[in-house]
């Protein structure tokens, strides 16, 4: 009954692309209009509509003009035309939904049409992509689009400066990649100054690459850290004691199926013995477990997982002393990227190398919570229908699957499934030996580098035949083209040559830096490139070979300083060019690109992304998965059952199973992982949630400080709820006096205002309340602030008001989330006593984040109120000296990452050693926007009017 309904009235996908279609008529019969305009004319309309926009018309009304306008302009500056399925996406994407396109049908492209609409509007409008080349290709190449219309366009990538910053976000049009839209987001909010924060808002957003920035990059969050102490012998301790418990498979439990580890009752009494002859557990402890050891129980479990869990060349490598992890969804380094809660420590104290310390963390956002900041939110992919469950659920972005401009015709065959991996790797070898004989190029995606570099050891060692000659049988001397073809090779007499090694490349983690050459001809005819996966990698393969790559790799074979002639130059392109169009066209007679797939990863997502490298914009190509029952994923949910079922039915050693069915089963065992992980990351979502209320109650809070000149008044409401605090707690309401705790109220007060008051006498007069002590105490703090204030300066107080505030808020949040970190590290263990973990962090957070403005009153009051002030330069902020770093991978290259990169300059200040080397009097790029008042960012510990800002 569904199939025929869907078939009567379509699927609801192919319902809203046919509603948006009825649209692409109106754009198309206003093509002649605008194709009538000169340049000045067409120009002319961008103002007209930013006119029209501001008297209130709505963007929707303003779509089909909108659309065909850039249509045109595109036309005139770029070349290139919008097809009808390119209108659709671009309405996709304006509605705040997400337009899955398949790879090569021109997202970039697509992407032009509600950037520019949406720019009208003139808050602003961010092009998200997954990295710094991706966002530079297509802000220089868009961007003249853009500047044709009137429109700017602005870059952020790393390093730029300050003023940079301003001026790119300042621009109609911001390109530009996650992290850096998130890391400007977090450090706007760890400015001392409002001038210095360079975001004005979050409007409109649209990503590139959505599955890969809002699912894979949403595991983990983007955090701005400092260094901790450092405790390398500690971890390489505990290392050494895990490293002999593990030799007894008795002393833990390993779930693969839930990648969860831990150790047995015989594992616990085993490694409470070694750590206390060791020496590690803490003095006069009861055992392992005692409270003391909570930070030593943690560690040992991040040294099981470091040592059974976390395998060297799939998770990790190990380059130039250093841990560099590997990307699962690309295979790629992630430089910069450490696990964090002291399991990276474990990995490097398990390989030996030099053990890093911990970071603290000083402010962090998850991706989902950064994005859910904007107002409207789309993205484009070539892969998002599997998800869109979850994009639906925590980002309410609808997915639409666009049409291709033409058919696909590639051919995807169903798996093959072998019982043994030896099988399965012979019969991939003689495929690929097969597509290098006839010329056909084939990309092998692999899930390792360890797997990657096993099949190139097979394929260096395997022996084939190569046809060297071909001549007809003189019994079909005279047969036609039909019969031979139906004959095949029967018709002839056929010679043949051995041959021993299939010549080939490698594209994985370790050969990184040759990625380019290698993808640039992996559609040239008969290549053969394993690559682990290729998922997100940014590049098409183009059949034949890519004319730019060839050019590059010429001028660099010359040598360094040789200069080729204009002829030289113009003869290579000619030639270049017809060697790439016979490549395509052999390429083509063999049947296109052919992506063999050597396991099933554990998203469905990941292996269309694979199959999606081939049979782009209409061309023919080949895909197909060989399996095994020693596959992981298969090993894990299936393999005894499959293999059970092979043997059964007498499959032989070297043959495979193939079924439509057996695709299915594969397919569901994927969808329960996904549905999993989903869960997962939903929960750790939940979780974040509550800390994202507070993060945001923080952030605002500290922008209403930035944004105040004088923040007195607060100042005095904070002294005055902090006496009410301590007289409530020493003399609690409708006591009697004998109740009273005058002596406790007497030490708080001098250790909070500075002030030896006689409290003491005062509640022991006859019928004093509560009410009457809290009035003198009031009266008096307020005096000695006034005379304080009178003492340093009116403005001199502002300027200190201000200061104190931020740095304690500051100093109070990164408090507050190193007790969460630790508060979700165990909350866990609340279910069971069958309570909810999730309500119970709920609670728990709230009655932390109370604490926390407590805490912030009674410091604030306390430093205004104890303070002495000598006239002379104070020392420069603890939080301006930290060193402070940002910390996220990057899951499509793996690069550009911020290893280290020191957020103080980035953010307008610099270091103490850099300040010696600055010539006084010099002022830098960006500088001129200091508030007088504020710290000068030379790192001198001056206040700017007393130091640069005097000289100028």
């Known amino acids: 009954m569904l199939a025929f309904a869907k078939k009567l009235f379509g699927s609801s996908n192919e319902r809203k692309v046919k509603q948006l279609q009825g649209r692409v008529a109106s754009i198309n019969a206003l093509e002649p209009r605008f194709a009538a305009m000169s340049d000045d004319q067409l120009k002319a309309m961008t103002p007209e509509f930013k006119a029209r926009v501001e008297k209130g018309e709505a963007l929707d009304d303003l779509l089909p003009e909108a659309f065909a306008v850039v249509r045109e302009a595109s036309k005139r500056v770029l070349g290139m035309r919008h097809f009808d399925v390119q209108l659709v996406g671009g309405m996709t994407l304006h509605k705040g939904g997400i337009g899955e396109m398949r790879t090569g049908e021109g997202k970039t492209l697509v992407a032009t049409l509600p950037v520019y609409l949406n720019a009208l509007g003139g808050k602003g409008v961010h092009l998200v992509t997954v990295n710094d080349y991706l966002a530079t290709r297509d802000s220089d190449h868009m961007g003249k689009l853009y500047t044709w219309l009137g429109l700017s366009t602005g870059l952020i990538v790393n390093g730029l400066s300050q003023p940079e910053r301003h001026r ?72 050494a004691q895990v490293k002999s418990l593990v030799q007894d498979k008795e002393t833990y439990e390993y779930d693969e199926k839930q990648k969860q580890i831990h150790l047995t009752e015989y594992g616990n009494e085993k490694i409470e013995e070694m750590l206390t002859a060791s020496g590690a557990l803490a003095e006069d402890s009861t055992g392992l477990y005692d409270a003391a050891n909570i ?13 059974i869990i976390y395998l060297r060349d799939r998770d990790y490598i190990v380059r130039a002393g250093e841990i560099m992890l590997i990307d699962e969804f690309t295979g790629r380094m992630m430089h910069g990227r450490r696990l964090s809660e002291g399991l990276h420590q474990a990995i490097e104290a398990k390989e030996h190398v030099e053990v890093m310390p911990e970071n603290q963390t000083l402010a962090s956002v998850t991706i989902q919570n950064y994005f859910r900041l904007y107002k409207k939110l789309s993205g484009m992919t070539g892969t998002a229908a599997t998800e869109a469950s979850e994009f639906g659920d ?59 570099e096993q099949l190139s050891e097979l394929l ?97 074979d010359l040598g360094y300083g040789a200069e080729p002639s204009e002829d030289e130059v113009k003869a290579k392109e000619v030639q270049t060019k017809a060697d790439i169009a016979a490549g395509r066209e052999k390429t083509l007679a063999a049947g296109g690109l052919y992506v063999l797939g050597t396991e099933r990863h554990e998203s469905r997502r990941i292996d269309n992304q694979l199959r999606g490298r081939t049979g782009r914009q209409g061309d023919p190509g080949h895909s197909k998965f060989y399996l095994s029952c020693e596959d992981d994923l298969l090993r894990i949910f299936a393999g005894e059952r499959l293999d059970s079922i092979m043997r059964t039915f007498g499959v032989q050693p070297g043959e495979a199973i193939t079924h439509p069915w057996l695709n299915r089963a594969i397919s569901t065992a994927q969808r329960k992982v ?9 929960n750790l979502l939940k979780y974040d949630d509550v800390v994202n209320d507070q993060r945001k109650a923080v952030f605002e809070q500290r922008q209403a400080f930035m944004l105040s000149d004088d923040l007195s008044e607060s100042v005095t409401e904070m002294r005055g709820d902090t006496i009410e605090d301590f007289v409530t707690l020493c003399l609690p309401p409708k006591s009697y006096a004998e109740q009273w705790d005058a002596a406790g109220l007497h030490e708080r007060l001098l250790t909070y205002l500075g002030m030896d008051l006689p409290v003491v006498e005062w509640a022991a007069e006859e019928g004093v309340t509560p009410e009457d002590i809290h009035t003198r105490i009031t009266e008096a703090a307020d005096a000695k602030a006034a005379e304080r204030e009178e003492q340093i300066g009116a403005e001199q107080a502002r300027g200190l008001e201000k200061n104190f505030m931020l740095q304690m808020i500051d100093m109070q949040w990164r408090e507050h989330l190193t007790h969460l970190d630790h508060l979700r590290q165990v909350i866990g263990l609340r279910g069971y006593g069958q309570r909810d973990p999730l309500n119970e962090y709920k609670s728990e957070a709230y009655a932390l984040f109370e604490k926390l403005m407590l805490e912030l009153r009674q410091n604030v009051t306390r430093w205004m109120m104890t303070v002495e002030f000598q006239f002379q330069q104070p020392e420069v902020f603890a939080a301006q000296q930290q060193p402070m770093f940002e910390l996220h991978l990057d899951p499509t290259t793996g690069e550009n990452e911020r290893d280290g990169a020191a957020l103080a300059t980035e953010g307008g200040f610099m270091a103490p050693d850099q300040a010696e080397r600055l010539p006084p009097g010099a002022l830098p790029s960006g500088w001129e926007r200091t508030s007088r008042n504020a710290m000068c960012p030379c790192g001198s510990g001056k206040k700017f009017k007393h130091c640069h800002g005097a000289l100028v």
């Open 394 to 452: 925590i980002y309410n972005m609808d997915v639409a699957e666009i049409p291709t401009n033409r058919p696909i015709i590639r051919i995807d065959d169903d798996d093959e499934v072998y019982r043994t991996a030896e099988e399965k790797n012979q019969s991939i070898c003689a495929t690929i030996a097969d597509c290098y004989v006839r010329g056909q190029p084939i990309l092998v995606g692999t899930v390792s580098i360890e797997k990657s």
């Open 674 to 682: 996904e549905e999993r992980n989903y869960e997962m990351r939903k």
């Open 295 to 307: 930070s030593v129980v943690h560690h040992v479990n991040q040294a099981l997982r470091a040592n």
């Open 168 to 239: 790119a976000y300042g621009s109609d049009v911001t390109y530009g990649t996650n992290n850096e839209f998130g890391f400007d987001y977090l450090r706007d909010n760890l400015t001392y100054d409002v001038r210095d924060m360079v975001q004005r808002g979050h409007n409109f957003a649209i990503v590139d690459e959505v599955d890969s920035i809002l699912i894979d990059e949403a595991r983990t969050p983007l955090i701005i850290s400092g260094p901790t102490e450092d405790r390398s012998d500690f971890y390489r301790t505990i290392d």
């Open 460 to 556: 260096n060692a395997y022996d084939y035949k190569v046809e060297t000659g071909r001549a007809r049988k003189p019994e079909h001397a005279g047969a036609d083209a039909k019969t031979l073809e139906k004959l095949g090779d029967e018709a002839f007499d056929i010679t043949w040559e051995s041959g021993h090694g299939v010549p080939h490349n490698v594209l994985n983690a370790r050969f990184h830096e040759q990625e380019a050459y290698i993808v640039a001809e992996a559609g040239a005819p008969g290549s053969v490139t394993i690559a682990t996966n290729m998922a997100g990698r940014g590049t098409d393969i183009q059949l034949g070979g890519n004319f730019d790559m060839r050019m590059q790799r010429w001028r660099e």
